[in-house]
């Protein structure tokens, strides 16, 4: 069975502080998705990474994959207010998982003004 | 349009009710799923449609029943439902479902309680 672990779970900081969200398997990914859920709502995709190595930033965040498609890191700099939410990783699998996400428990991320 | 939208937001039954759980999108994807996720945990997925045909089905209960009348309507029909069953249900489509890089789209879920 393929697991995603999430860390931390919870998230506390102030506003202007950087922080590093990261997901880690024993098990290889094709591609590795991050996702941000607001309470009462659905996810949203934020970035695929599909290559080993592979870095995409999108504004303030900076997402990893790792070099043997295992882990995957999202980093904020200087977090702000509209970052809260729940941040998930969920991986894609290869052969009879394919096309089933496996998600991550999430990272619940507070940023306090 | 790159919604996928769900009724009802919210739904609140009695364990002997019957009732139905709505999904379209209108952005020609052709995978369609249902996931659950209870409160502080992931999503878990429940069904997937690939072509209006059921491929996967995660070991789901028989009082949850899916059904894809075409390709932009996703539905799952609820009978005799567990206050466990209390849930957010969210519905997500892709443009396929074969291959890797696949994007979902979520809904905003529908909000389930069983009293």
């Known amino acids: 069975t393929q697991l995603l672990e999430q860390s931390p779970q919870f998230l506390s900081i102030q506003e202007g502080e950087n922080l590093t969200v990261y997901c880690n398997s024993s098990?290889?990914?094709?591609?590795l998705q991050w996702y941000r859920q607001e309470p009462g709502e659905g996810p949203v995709l934020l970035v695929t990474?599909?290559?080993?190595?592979e870095v995409k930033k999108l504004k303030r965040l900076t997402f990893q994959f790792g070099d043997a498609r295992k882990d995957s890191s999202l980093h904020i700099t200087a977090a702000q207010p509209g970052d809260t939410g729940l941040y998930l990783c969920?991986?894609?699998?290869?052969?009879?998982?394919?096309?089933?996400?496996?998600f991550g428990k999430g990272t619940k991320l507070s940023v306090k003004p | 349009d790159t919604e996928v939208t769900q009724t009802p937001k919210h739904l609140v039954m009695g364990m002997t009710n019957k009732k139905s759980l709505k999904c379209e999108q209108h952005?020609?994807?052709?995978?369609m799923y249902w996931y659950k996720q209870k409160a502080k945990k992931p999503p878990e997925l429940m069904f997937v449609?690939?072509?209006?045909?059921?491929?996967i089905n995660e070991s789901v209960p028989s009082r949850f029943s899916p059904e894809c009348p075409n390709s932009s309507l996703l539905n799952l029909h609820l009978h005799a439902l567990q206050p466990e069953d209390s849930a957010l249900y969210l519905c997500?489509?892709?443009?396929?479902?074969?291959?890797?890089?696949?994007?979902?789209?979520f809904g905003s879920g529908t909000q389930l309680s069983v009293l």
């Open positions: 990474v599909v290559t080993g190595g």
């Open positions: 997500a489509s892709s443009q396929d479902r074969a291959g890797t890089n696949e994007k979902l789209f």
């Open positions: 098990s290889v990914f094709s591609s």
């Open positions: 952005m020609g994807h052709r995978a």
């Open positions: 449609y690939s072509y209006e045909k059921l491929s």
């Open positions: 969920a991986g894609e699998g290869y052969g009879g998982s394919q096309g089933n996400l496996i």
